[in-house]
């Protein structure tokens, strides 16, 4: 039974032009002064140079990292340093309740910050004149503001433009986990902020990706060594890992899969997709909406653990993905859901569905296929396991 992946925004397959530079890379170390160094370094540079003008950001600015969580933990630990180095009293962390835990876990780790979480409305945005309240009751105190630019679970775009206007208006540095947007998007609508980028998420290799930080933001570097990328990230590059995102980058962007114009590929895809799922399983609620990414579409299953429906969808072929992490084998409702004001069953019930640059219509008929038996079962397999919850409680009380 062929499979059918619905899970690109967990990782896109490697892109064949990702492929071709990473094989035509050179050997030896971009550091190295001989000519096999320099060989290197020169395609290195090469790769800098196509991201950031894809990126329409000044070269310079392109420290690679490992990938977006590198990235995430740079620019929340790395400006949060910089700038209580610089002033003590900003030892404030403002993120929103929706980001990805590589930016929530990265400012929870940071020793005596304190972290302003943002709340979202039911569609996963932040609200501006919030935001601006926040900064103007917490004056002072704030080291960087974190904001991603599109939501992987639900695909919701914040309003970046105006968020980077309220940060600029009281001098606070804004860094945008642009990991879900920047291959169908580019870069965020900002001037002058830091974004964290991901290769694997737009057809390079994963173990790549980059921190654009604009040379007036401060960032101490997490750790030391050679000194490489500005000292803010030493570390041996990897430079067909930058030759081979460079190349994915141009050519998702280049692709134009999500132009949004109607009955371009992907768009038209989404809506059949959507359209699919609710007519498959009439229960079944799309989550999310506004502005959104293009390949994305999350859903709840009333009645359902995601989890369960994920297993049986996944043995009729079909591979996509929950938004809860499994803690110790519970499954823990989606921090993102909750967030939208979900309740904790209907978070546990949410399936990601996410195309991509080798989706096609076959694999959106195939999960319609599919999904009502996989619905059916899971609803099944819920009822009783509520059963069985409730007669142990009952035993519990009895005895
Ligand atoms: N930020 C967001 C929004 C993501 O979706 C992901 C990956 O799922 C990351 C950060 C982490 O990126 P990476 O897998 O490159 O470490």
């Given amino acids: 039974m062929p499979s059918h992946y619905l899970d690109h925004a967990a990782t896109t397959p490697v892109r064949p032009e990702a492929t071709a530079a990473w094989l035509a890379a050179p050997g030896g170390n971009a550091s190295s002064v001989h000519a096999t160094g320099r060989r290197a370094r020169r395609v290195l540079e090469e790769a800098r140079e196509e991201v950031a003008d894809r990126l329409s950001v000044t070269a310079s600015d392109v420290v690679f990292t490992s990938g977006g969580t590198m990235a995430d933990n740079l620019a929340v630990r790395g400006i949060h340093a910089a700038r209580t180095v610089a002033d003590p009293t900003r030892d404030t962390i403002v993120v929103s309740a929706v980001e990805h835990h590589a930016v929530l876990d990265a400012a929870a780790a940071v020793p005596g910050a304190r972290v302003h979480t943002l709340p979202v409305d039911e569609q996963g945005r932040v609200n501006t004149e919030h935001l601006a309240d926040v900064l103007a009751a917490e004056a002072g105190r704030v080291s960087l503001v974190s904001v991603m630019s599109a939501n992987n679970e639900v695909g919701t775009a914040q309003p970046i433009a105006e968020i980077s206007a309220v940060c600029r208006s009281v001098g606070v540095p804004l860094h945008i986990d642009a990991v879900q947007s920047v291959g169908w998007w580019g870069a965020p609508p900002a001037e002058g902020v830091a974004f964290s980028v991901s290769g694997h998420k737009f057809g390079a290799p994963a173990g790549i990706g980059a921190l654009v930080l604009p040379a007036g933001v401060p960032c101490q570097p997490l750790i030391v060594g050679g000194g490489q990328e500005r000292k803010v990230h030493s570390g041996t590059l990897n430079v067909a890992g930058a030759a081979a995102m460079a ?36 229960e079944a609620r799309i989550v999310g909406g506004g502005d959104r ?8 299953f009333d009645g359902c653990e995601a989890d369960a429906l994920l297993m049986l ?83 519990g009380t009895a005895v």
Wanted: glycine share 8%; aromatic share 2%; with cysteine.
């Fill in 247 to 282: 190349a994915a980058l141009a050519a998702a962007l280049d692709s134009n899969l999500a132009s949004g114009e109607p009955g371009t590929p992907l768009p038209q895809l989404r809506a059949e997709l959507e359209a699919g799922v609710v007519a498959a399983a009439p």
């Fill in 293 to 300: 990414l293009p390949g994305v579409v999350s859903a709840v």
């Fill in 313 to 395: 969808l996944d043995a009729a072929g079909i591979e996509c993905s929950t938004g809860s992490a499994c803690t110790a084998g519970i499954p823990e409702p989606s921090h993102v859901l909750a967030a939208m004001g979900a309740d904790p069953a209907t978070a546990r019930s949410a399936l990601r569905f996410s195309l991509g640059w080798t989706s096609t219509r076959a694999d959106v008929e195939a999960l319609v296929d599919a999904l009502p038996e996989a619905v059916a079962r899971a609803r099944r397999a819920s009822a009783r396991q509520s059963g069985r919850r409730t007669s142990r409680r009952l035993s």
